[in-house]
């Protein structure tokens, strides 16, 4: 029953963090040289830098998802979820906590610390266990082969708040700064194919969906996702889904009929969704969003629609905040609890340039590499958003393509072209 269930993914939720650290433990020191020696600690080792160890970790850990995922898809109520996800989340820190503390305690520790500080830079050298796996999301687009939008804008985005990315390509365009000259759909087999390959190796924290193109991609992703017992459930049922649409030329990147597809089977799995003001339109049968009021009308409607938030961006209305014609144009977008169904405004000026393309894909997975990075949603969004203005802002003098719509210089933080 379901009480038993949740009594056995608590224990889970405190046995992941004791084997990951022993596992963490026993290869550190293997790799040190430490298992050449006779000492008493030899057999400890050996054993928790096994492979065999790993794999009875790994399992414990796919079991744990797989218990969640049934709970969550027996739960209807989002208060219960959330507040049954936050007790699990303190239950695995305290967890950490515990054991971490018993190794400092230990004799020498103290010592050994000072030693693997050298080493590893971190104030806890413990908690080096956080870099061996980095930030991870999957991202099951379309490819841009101008590189301004879709997966390659995704890939730089992430890389450049530092996440790693995997890709499941879901359809191949040719376009460039004039517009979309083609779209050849990925068979929807060879879609799951590649998520299934990288998550049963690589797993990862965060989903972020873009351009599917068709009713049969979108149904099929849907499906790979909510597979109760599959075994590629590696992941933290976070998702970002960015419902493309339209291209910034105007050309159709999503089938009519696949519309229905995203609401009924993507937005129920995403916990954020992040439409621009265009497709909030479609998404809502072409109601008309002219104003901060109707875009915060717009985002409770789509949250209805079971996405935990709901980002709606507000660059294509030039004339938000400004209230006089001297005014500074502001970007305004709106960020909606699907909970509670409070909205919040993030405001920025608007900068005057072509070179947009690409933007809604850059801040979807820039809000993506935050959430796998471990920030809330609200963080996630306000750091999302500088780091998108900071890439529009330093790409205004770029000569990239001859047409209207140019990149964005998603390298701004490190390099000055």
Known sequence: NADATLNIIQILVAMVPCNRLYQWLGSTLEKGGAKETSGEYRSWIEEYSSQEFRNHTEKIESLLDSLCVKVLSEIKSQEIISSWLSELGDAYIQAMEHEL???EQQPGMQEAYAKLNESTKNENPFLA????????????????????AGIQADIKAASALGAFSTTAVA??????????????????????QQMESVLLDFGTDVIKTGMLATKEIVTGVATQLKSEHSPIERWRRMMVCDPVMVSTSGHVLLEDSAIESVKRELFPLSTIVTPNIPEASLLLGNRKIEDIQSMKDAARDLCAMGPQWVYIKGGHLKNLGKANSGDEVKAIDILCNGRTGECKEYISPMIETGNTHGTGCTLASSISALLARGHTVEEAVASAKDYVSGAIKASVHLQLGSGPQGPLNHHWQNYKW
């Open 101 to 103: 503390a018993f190794f």
């Open 171 to 192: 359809a191949l365009t040719a376009q460039n700064s004039r517009g979309v000259q083609g779209i050849f759909p990925i068979p929807i087999d060879f879609v799951k």
């Open 129 to 148: 266990i956080s870099d061996l796996i980095p930030p991870r999301i999957l991202i099951v687009a379309g490819s841009d082969s101008g590189g301004g």
